[in-house]
C-alpha cells in the first residue's frame, strides 16, 4: 500500500534525458494538489448500465469457488471487504502467503507476501510440482490491490496493465471503448494459473465448468436476497435471465463482475461526514489530517478517492526487484513505479506496500518520514526526510484508521455483505497430527471432499526422489500400510518427491481418512507414514447451508 509523495519536475525530466532513460508525462500538473472530498458514486459506462439483476449476478460470481478448477479460490477470497477489499488470510498468519522474490529463496532479504491462489495443475486437476511451492497453493508476486471503489480509476492493477477498451474476447467487437477496465480486470485472474486457473486454461473452461455448477454451491451462510435471486435455477438460466437469450460467455461474466464491483463504495466514513459539515473526528485525528495536508501528502493521496491514479518509485525496495509500470509501457523511467492506491479503509488492508514488506500503518509512516529506503534515478524527487515528531507520526496513524474505515466495509454489511465461503469453513480437510508421522512428508489436501466425485486430489511432498507412495483412503486412521482401506493407490514420486494421486470418494458416508506411506529400507516397518487428513464428504445434490451461522461443524 503506497502513500506516494512523489512529484516529477521539469528538472528532473531533463536528468532523465541527459541519463537518456525514456520518460512517461509527470505524475501531476503545477496546479495545487486536490483537497480531500466526500466520495460519490463511480461513473457507469454506457456499454454496461447497471441493473440489480446483472449487479446480483456478479455478486455471486465473485464469491464463486467453483470458477477455480480446484474449488477452493473465488475472487472474494482475495478481496474480502473485512480485510478492506484484500486478502483477509494475510491478516491473521503469513504463513501461506510468502514469495521467494526475484532470488527464488524463501526467508531472504527479497521475500514477498502474495495471495495464495491454486496448486499448479493441468486441466485434469493432476497437481504437478511448482519450484519452492512444490505441491501447495502458488503465491502471487504481489499483495492483492483493494477492489472496493475499483470502479473509479482509469487503470487497474498495480502496473495499470487493465486499461483502454474492453472488447469482446470471443468476437473481438468493442463492447466499451472507454471506461471499462472493471471488465478489463474481470477476466485475468480467471484464466491465470497462480491465481484460479490449470495450466493453459483459457476462458472456455471457464464457461464450461459454470454450465455444470450449482450456483454457490460450496458456500454457507448466503445473503437472502442471493438465495431469493438464484431460486433454484442453475448458472445458464441466470445468465439468460440476465442478458436475454445466449447463455454463458467471457464478455457477461466480466460485464457481471464488473457491475458488482461497481457497488463496492466506501463513502460512508467518519472522514466523509467531517468534510459534509457532520464534526466526527477527534482532535488527534484531526491533527493528524493537518500533518497529512502539511506533509504534502496530497499531492498523490489527494481528491475524494485520495488517489492520483497515476504510478511512481518511493524507494520502498530495491528499483531492479519489480518492473512494475514499465511492464507494460517499456519505458526505463517506469521501472519500479507502481499505481497509486486509494487510502479508504487503509487500516483494514495490512501488510502494506505491493509486496507487502510493512506490517502496519505505523512503519509506513515511518518509512516515508525517513525520506525512502531505496533510491534509483527515477525515483520521486519529492521523497525526502519528513522529520515529523513522534507526535506527529502518532497523530497520522490516527488520522489514516478510523477516519478513513467505512464501518460497512470492516463489518461486511450493506453493499458488502457476503456469503462464508468453503475455503474459510471447518468443513475443508482437516490435517490429524498423529504420533508416528515423519514430519519431513507433508500431505496437502485442499479441495471440496464432495460425496462420489471421482477426482478428489490428495498430494505429497518431501518424499525421497523417485519413491514408492501409497495413498490409502478409509473411513478410520490407518497406522499400518498394510491394512484394509477403501481405496489404495500407489505412485513413484517426481525427482523433486513430490507425488499426487486422484482418489474416488463414496457417494455417502461421513467421515473419511487418508495417509500416505513412503517405501523406505530404512525404517523399522519398512514404510514412513505420514500425518492423516480427515474428510467430511459435503453432499453432491442436497442444497448447501445457507443460512448457517459461522463455521460449520
Known amino acids: 500500500m503506497s502513500l506516494s509523495l512523489a512529484v516529477s519536475n521539469r528538472g528532473y525530466f531533463r536528468t532523465l534525458l541527459l541519463l537518456g532513460l525514456a520518460f512517461s508525462a509527470p505524475c501531476w500538473a503545477q496546479a495545487p494538489p486536490p483537497a480531500l472530498a466526500p466520495l460519490g458514486n463511480p461513473p457507469i459506462p454506457s456499454g454496461n448500465p447497471q441493473t440489480e439483476a446483472k449487479i446480483a449476478l456478479g455478486q455471486i460470481l465473485f464469491w464463486e469457488e467453483q470458477l477455480s478448477r480446484t474449488g477452493t479460490v473465488a475472487c472474494g477470497t482475495c478481496h474480502a471487504p473485512e480485510a478492506g477489499g484484500a486478502d483477509l488470510r494475510s491478516l491473521g498468519s503469513l504463513v501461506g502467503s510468502q514469495h521467494p522474490g526475484p532470488d527464488g529463496q524463501i526467508a531472504t532479504a527479497d521475500d514477498r507476501i502474495g495471495a495464495a491462489g491454486v496448486p499448479r495443475h493441468d486441466s485434469e486437476g493432476r497437481y504437478i510440482h511448482a519450484g519452492v511451492f512444490g505441491m501447495s497453493p502458488q503465491v502471487g508476486t504481489r499483495q492483492p490491490i483493494s477492489a472496493i471503489n475499483s470502479g473509479f480509476p482509469t487503470r487497474l492493477f498495480w502496473d495499470g496493465r487493465a486499461q483502454g477498451a474492453f472488447n469482446d474476447p470471443d468476437s473481438g467487437q468493442t463492447l466499451i471503448a472507454a471506461g471499462g477496465v472493471l471488465e478489463i480486470q474481470a477476466l485475468g485472474p480467471l484464466v491465470n494459473d497462480v491465481e484460479m486457473a490449470h495450466v493453459g486454461g483459457d476462458l472456455g473452461d471457464i464457461q464450461n465448468r459454470l454450465i455444470d455448477a450449482r450456483p454457490l454451491a460450496l458456500?454457507?451462510?448466503?445473503?437472502?436476497?442471493?438465495v431469493e435471486f438464484i431460486d433454484g435455477r442453475d448458472y445458464p438460466t441466470l445468465f439468460d435471465a440476465v442478458f436475454g437469450a445466449g447463455g454463458i460467455n467471457a464478455s457477461r461474466i466480466a460485464l457481471a463482475l464488473a457491475s458488482y464491483q461497481r457497488t463496492l463504495v466506501a463513502n460512508r466514513t467518519p472522514l466523509d461526514l467531517e468534510l459534509s459539515g457532520t464534526p466526527s473526528l477527534t482532535p488527534l485525528e484531526r491533527q493528524g489530517?493537518?500533518?497529512?495536508?502539511?506533509?504534502?501528502?496530497?499531492?498523490?493521496?489527494?481528491?475524494?478517492?485520495?488517489?492520483?491514479?497515476?504510478?511512481?518509485?518511493?524507494?520502498?525496495?530495491?528499483?531492479?526487484?519489480?518492473?512494475?509500470?514499465?511492464?507494460?509501457?517499456?519505458?526505463?523511467?517506469d521501472r519500479g513505479r507502481m499505481r497509486t492506491p486509494g487510502l479508504r479503509n487503509l487500516s483494514l488492508s495490512a501488510p502494506y506496500m505491493s509486496d507487502g514488506r510493512l506490517p502496519d500503518l505505523r512503519a509506513v509512516v515511518e518509512l516515508y518520514n525517513r525520506g525512502g529506503d531505496f533510491t534509483a534515478p527515477n525515483k520521486a524527487p519529492e521523497i525526502t526526510p519528513l522529520n515529523l515528531s513522534s507526535t506527529d507520526i502518532d497523530a497520522l496513524v490516527a488520522f489514516l484508521g478510523r477516519p478513513l474505515t467505512d464501518p460497512r466495509v470492516a463489518a461486511a454489511n450493506g453493499p458488502f455483505e457476503r456469503p462464508l465461503l468453503y475455503s474459510e469453513s471447518d468443513r475443508v480437510p482437516q490435517m490429524q497430527d498423529l504420533a508416528g508421522r515423519d514430519p519431513g512428508l507433508q500431505l496437502i489436501a485442499l479441495e471440496p471432499p464432495r460425496a462420489g466425485r471421482p477426482d478428489f486430489t490428495v498430494a505429497l511432498q518431501g518424499a525421497p526422489g523417485f519413491a514408492q507412495v501409497e495413498f490409502l483412503l478409509s473411513t478410520e486412521v490407518i497406522d499400518d500400510v498394510l491394512d484394509g482401506a477403501l481405496e489404495r493407490l500407489g505412485v513413484i514420486a517426481s525427482a523433486q518427491g513430490s507425488a499426487a494421486v486422484e482418489l474416488p470418494l463414496p457417494v455417502s458416508g461421513d467421515l473419511l481418512y487418508v495417509r500416505a506411506f513412503v517405501r523406505d529400507a530404512g525404517a523399522a516397518s519398512g514404510w514412513r507414514a505420514s500425518d492423516a487428513v480427515r474428510l467430511r464428504l459435503l453432499d453432491a445434490v442436497a442444497e448447501p447451508p445457507l443460512f448457517a451461522s459461522g463455521f460449520e461443524p
Do not use: K, W
Open 289 to 333: 489530517r493537518q500533518v497529512f495536508q502539511q506533509a504534502g501528502c496530497l499531492r498523490c493521496h489527494g481528491g475524494p478517492l485520495m488517489s492520483d491514479n497515476n504510478f511512481h518509485y518511493i524507494g520502498a525496495r530495491a528499483v531492479g526487484e519489480d518492473l512494475g509500470r514499465m511492464a507494460v509501457t517499456g519505458l526505463a523511467a
Open 219 to 226: 458456500a454457507a451462510a448466503v445473503p437472502p436476497a442471493l
